[in-house]
């Protein structure tokens, strides 16, 4: 009886009782292997609680679902571009002229910030059809048409100037417009995504 | 945050913030060294239950807020886009929805550990005031975040709660009209009445958390109350909130929320009603209404008075006593350990609450005792309403009469002297000289 009091004092009063922490060179006591695991517990189980707290906020299944699109491209005429929505961005579907073909092929080994040819650019076959990611590759503006002296495209936002091919010319931009993933279903179908 | 601070800042960053912005004084004084008694038993440890529940609640809420869009025509769809499409929604939603009974569940206990302990009684009946605001403020944030989810049961319930005001047409005519037309922006429950409940719902678990705050810096003027009732004479009757009350808090907190979770994953939806996976549709009321479970005990009183004016204001009554308790009840012994009469009357009061709620859950004509039968077979005898007026008339005599009266006839048994006594002298085997002494500061 007067053993199991002592065992409460030491526990209620562990200075007293001198389990409190080891010294070092002393073996862990009991004490400090319940404040190890009761913090891993509690590390372990925020991590666990907070996970679901913060994916939350990644897109979600319906979200997903709705990632890619088909696109008739023979609706373009020559020389025009369409812009589709695709996963909230705009998409640029462009009916190049041979002139802008040419000229896109002679600069594949032009000094390019980001090396690309042409050909890599398009799909085989379809060399009029070029389908790029309308977001400047700086800071996500929509660059227009028409701008800037390599007949491509011009960001308005910072001035970043895109050839014929969507390849990065001059200014501020690191990269080529992005080339989404896509592929033609049909002679004038694509899907995108 | 009363009496003298013991905090010694033990770094150059501490010293220099403590001389700036207390603040770490104030949370050691409230949180590490506040002198607690030492007596305190389980039914103490829902105020920290209570608080983690309001921080469950307003982290879950923020979060369905980013997902759910309170509109009459797309809210039933954003929480069914919440449980199936969105990263977790279905568990976020669930914590958020058996979150709110578990909050009613504790809030409950709480509430009933005040009353049988007397807790309410100088010098604390602020502390109890803010208690019961903080308990009205819970009640109108449930009912809104039950109507946002547009279910039929979420429409019957708001059209039911908002027709209460209607019952001041009786007061004045046209009084009560005016009041529901402005409560719900047009001529029925709408679009509009479902936008102004949203952002109240948002709105008041802030407040809730204001309150608390409140509640919680009156709490530590006065103290803690604890199971004897008599209060805290020396350094010998108190240890340090740290460890002796975060541990016993902390492990409560952990049982209360391993139910939490049970609930969470194995019966999300035991609590619910199937009704409320119907879309809301004002044309038709489900066949049988009832309010969360948590409404039900004042959703019998208001059943069981014929009238609707007094039904209405037997039914508020009912939570406007509990303001007046630190008046009615005038013994000068707290604790009702001590109270061999008012024990029993305060049991009884427990169980006509919880026969309120179970009258609030049936049918008011469904019948409790049979004493015969209506000619095609149906059963006759003693109703739900019956029962419920009986167990209403009791609630409210307990307020009115018992406490009053037994403040003044009733013999107390032996209060001890302090909160050491009964430990030192009454039972248990005798302790080591020092063990009553004061207990050793955490290292």
């Known amino acids: ?193 | 945050m009363s009496g003298h601070s013991t905090y010694e800042p033990k770094t150059g960053f501490e010293r220099w913030l403590d001389a700036r912005l207390p603040i770490v004084r104030i949370a050691y004084d409230s949180a590490i060294d506040f002198p607690t008694p030492k007596n305190l038993n389980y039914w103490w440890t829902f105020g920290g239950i209570l608080a983690v529940c309001l921080m469950t609640q307003i982290v879950t809420g923020v979060i369905l807020a980013m997902h759910y869009v309170p509109n009459g025509d797309m809210a039933f769809n954003s929480v069914e886009h919440i449980m199936r499409d969105v990263n977790y929604g279905w568990m976020i939603r669930y914590i958020h929805a058996n979150g709110a009974s578990m909050f009613f569940l504790a809030v409950y206990i709480h509430i009933a550990r005040g009353l049988y302990f007397g807790s309410y009684k100088a010098p604390r009946e602020v502390l109890w005031l803010l208690g019961c605001v903080i308990y009205l403020l819970m009640m109108a944030t449930g009912f809104m975040g039950y109507v946002l989810p547009w279910g039929q049961m979420s429409f019957a319930g708001a059209v039911v709660i908002t027709n209460l005001f209607s019952a001041f047409d009786q007061v004045i005519p046209g009084l009560g009209t005016a009041i529901t037309t402005w409560l719900w922006g047009g001529f029925a429950v709408g679009n509009a009445t479902l936008n102004r409940f949203f952002a109240l719902h948002y709105l008041l678990p802030f407040m809730i958390a204001g309150v608390v705050g409140l509640h919680i810096w009156a709490l530590h003027v006065t103290g803690n109350n604890n199971p004897t009732g008599v209060p805290v004479k020396s350094k010998a009757d108190t240890v340090p909130f740290h460890p002796y009350y975060t541990v016993k808090d902390g492990f409560a907190i952990v049982v209360f929320f391993i139910l939490f979770a049970w609930f969470v994953f194995f019966a999300p939806e035991a609590l619910g009603h199937t009704d409320n996976q119907i879309p809301a549709n004002p044309l038709v009321t489900p066949a049988h209404i009832v309010p969360e479970w948590y409404f039900l005990p004042f959703y019998a009183m208001l059943r069981a008075v014929p009238q609707k004016l007094f039904g209405v204001l037997t039914m508020f009554g009912a939570i406007g006593l509990l303001f007046a308790v630190p008046w009615l009840d005038r013994s000068p012994v707290r604790s009702m350990r001590y109270r061999p009469t008012a024990r029993w009357f305060f049991v009884l009061l427990v169980l006509a609450t919880l026969g309120l709620g179970w009258c609030g859950g049936m049918e008011p004509d469904d019948v409790v005792i049979r004493t015969g039968q209506t000619a095609n077979g149906d059963p006759t005898g003693f109703t739900v309403t019956w029962l419920a007026r009986i167990l209403t008339t009791y609630y409210y005599a307990y307020f009115l009469l018992v406490l009053p009266l037994l403040s003044r006839n009733e013999k107390p048994s032996k209060v001890p002297d302090s909160i050491s006594t009964p430990v030192l002298s009454g039972g248990g085997a005798a302790l080591p000289a020092g063990a009553a002494a004061e207990p050793q500061k955490k290292g």
């Open chain 1, 1 to 193: 009886m007067s053993d199991s009091i002592g065992l409460e004092q030491a526990n209620a009063q562990p200075a007293l009782g001198g389990g409190h922490g080891a010294a070092p060179g002393e073996e862990p006591s009991r004490r400090d292997f319940i404040h190890i695991a009761a913090i891993a517990a509690t590390v372990g189980g925020a991590g666990a609680l907070a996970w679901p707290l913060i994916d939350q906020m990644n897109p979600s299944a319906d979200t997903l679902a709705l990632a890619s699109i088909e696109y008739d491209v023979s609706k373009v005429a020559e020389g025009q571009q369409a812009v589709v929505k695709w996963r909230g961005k705009p998409v640029f579907v462009r009916h190049r002229t041979p002139k802008e073909i040419a000229a896109a092929r002679r600069d594949d080994h032009a000094d390019l910030r980001d090396p690309a040819t042409d050909a890599s650019r398009v799909k085989p076959g379809h060399e009029a059809t070029l389908v790029l990611v309308g977001v400047c590759t700086h800071l996500g503006c929509v660059p227009n048409f028409g701008g800037g002296e390599y007949g491509g495209w011009l960001c308005p936002c910072h001035g970043s100037v895109y050839d014929t091919s969507g390849r990065i010319r001059q200014g501020p931009a690191p990269k080529n417009l992005e080339v989404p993933e896509y592929a033609f279903t049909g002679p004038t179908k694509v899907r995108i995504g």
